[in-house]
């Protein structure tokens, strides 16, 4: 497993330990941005592996990616499973491991309203050179599938798998639980989780907030994440309203700030999927989200949140006036939350789709020897 996200592929991971024996690759820089913990509770039969990984323009890593097709090459696996694009070198180096099928996560089939045209331009050449080499491509719903097969007309349809995601956070079981519907914060706190770029659509959030003092007093605004583009600071109308935390977040601080929240909001411009609904469900918060993307298989449209148009303040501001003066309906749909989570977006129904997906992956492969 060559870590993407690594919240996601070192949840996955654990999850499929109870089938297979997973090394799990991570690049040291990108590991540098997260909690060490993450990796500290994965079981013996997960193995983690970190490997050289310098800046896209580095010339070291050329260097890096050989090494880490040579060690891919010795470590005899049975299968790759990528999650993410990799460096532009692992092109060169490919021929190493063209022998070891080959499975790929489609985290974006499309690239993220905001980058930059020349990222933009590099990540899809990356993503389509391990389309063609893979055997299988993963994505997460039926929305993210539709995207896939549209943009990539040659893909075959049988060869994409589908799961949705889970709760990326190590302290799912924690959240998580069967008991009684966790009740609303009487605070009236709106959360924003999450790093802040442009496609998370930030500013209309603020846009929002004097939209909602006109019909609740008493609110504030906590945007919790790094922060990539504070432009949307600019726009605030009462910053007293606003709690900022864009620094590290440890997880251990993760509980604290969701049982804080009466609702967690998401007005992305653009999103494929995400971890932080999952996250705000297993704490048994609502929802409102932006209708785009991947977000509509994961939000059920009044039940456990609300659906909206996306670039449209006054549609955001209503959604969550309505869960801030509404606390049974609120309480409701926390709860129905909770239980759409437990059914649906459970690590355990990952793996069980992506092991099976490895086995059929493997037979081929040996019957094609």
Known sequence: ????????????????????????????RYAGGEDPAIFSGLPASVRVILYDEFRKRDPRNVAAQYKLCRMLRSGNYDLIHLQIECEWAMMLFYPLIRNIPLV??????????????????????????????????????????????????????????????????????????????????????????????????????VKAEPLIAERVGNFSIHIVGRCADDSYKKLMRDPARYVLHEEFLPHEAVPGIFTAASVVVLPYISATQTGVIPLAYAYGRPVVATAVGGLVDVVENGVTGFLVEPRNERALADAIVTLLLDRPLARRMGGSAREFAAKNLSWESAAGVTVGMYETVVAEAAGGR
Not at 139 to 154: A, C, F, T
Request: hydrophobic residues 40%.
């Open 1 to 28: 497993m060559i870590a993407g996200p690594i919240a996601y592929t070192v949840a996955l991971s654990n999850a499929l330990a109870r089938y297979c024996t997973v090394d799990l690759y991570c690049g040291k």
């Open 104 to 205: 790929f996560t489609v985290h974006d089939p499309y690239q993220h309203v905001g980058y930059r045209r020349s990222l933009i331009w590099y990540m899809d050449a990356m993503q389509a050179f391990f389309i063609r080499k893979a055997k299988r491509l993963v994505v997460h719903g039926e929305v993210m599938r539709k995207s896939l097969l549209g943009r990539y007309p040659k893909v075959k349809p049988e060869s994409v798998v589908s799961h949705l995601v889970g709760d990326p956070s190590l302290l799912t079981g924690e959240a998580g639980g069967t008991g009684p519907d966790p009740e609303p914060s009487p605070d009236n706190v709106i959360l924003f989780f999450g790093n802040v770029r442009p496609n998370k659509g930030v500013p209309y959030l």
